[in-house]
């Protein structure tokens, strides 16, 4: 079977309170690397001032560490993903903008590619729709 160079790429805007993410946040992205699960691509720091103003950094020059987490292709995100993206981003926030290679998806690409086929779409409905879909299913 001939894998697929990339899989499709993600986008992830995590917001947070403050000018630098959790500790935890960090070490949730290199265990997802770690496993396999993603391949981080890219990843921003982006906050939007008080005025409305939106800012962003590549990680680097925000000083965020990384330990281990290399990224495959730094710079691309573009400014419009960045305005884009960051739309829903409150005043006085920052946020995380991880570009990231779903792994375990490339994989099933390349495996229905070498059967003849290809993957026509695919829909990511966000975590708290689904919590609150499965709760109410379950009477919680």
């Not at 959790?22 to 290199?30: F, K």
């Not at 997802?32 to 720091?45: K, P, S």
């Not at 229905?112 to 009477?139: K, L, T």
């Amino acid at each position: 079977m001939d894998d697929l160079e990339f899989g499709p790429v993600e986008f992830v805007l995590a917001d947070f309170v403050g000018e630098m993410p959790d500790p935890l946040v960090i070490e949730a992205i290199a265990q997802l690397v770690d496993a396999g699960t993603v391949r981080l691509i890219d990843l921003l720091h982006v906050s939007r001032d008080a005025d409305g103003t939106v800012r962003w950094l590549e990680v680097d020059d925000a000083g965020i560490e990384l330990g281990s987490i290399d990224l495959a292709a730094s710079g691309l995100v573009s400014h419009e993903d960045v305005e884009e993206l960051a739309e829903g981003l409150p005043p006085g926030r920052s946020a995380l903008l991880l570009a990231v290679e779903l792994l375990w998806a490339k994989h099933l690409a390349s495996a229905v590619a070498a059967a003849g086929g290809r993957v026509v779409d695919s829909v990511r409905i966000p975590a708290p729709i689904v919590n609150a879909v499965v709760a109410e299913a379950v009477g919680v």
